[in-house]
């Protein structure tokens, strides 16, 4: 059995990783596709092993004000 891994560490990722994870599993039904995603990636059948997208910061001011989760 094949196994793919995915990373995506934000949502734009989640999302294009998603469709792909289902185009796929439309080709290969019993592929193995795991990895780093959010719930896009979930939904289309990807096993996640952990959810980088729950901490994903855009922008200055969402950095600092989140700034405790990188010190």
Do not use: C, W
Not at 17 to 25: C, D, H, I, V
Not at 27 to 37: E, H, K, S, T, Y
Request: hydrophobic share 45%.
């Amino acid at each position: 059995m094949t196994t793919i891994f995915f990373v995506a560490t934000e949502t734009s990722g989640d999302i294009h990783g998603a469709n792909l994870a289902r185009q796929l599993k439309a080709i290969d039904p019993q592929i193995r596709l795991v990895g780093a995603g959010g719930p896009h990636m979930r939904a289309a059948g990807v096993e996640i092993l952990i959810d980088p997208t729950e901490h994903a910061t855009v922008g200055v001011v969402e950095v600092v004000r989140h700034l405790s989760r990188y010190a």
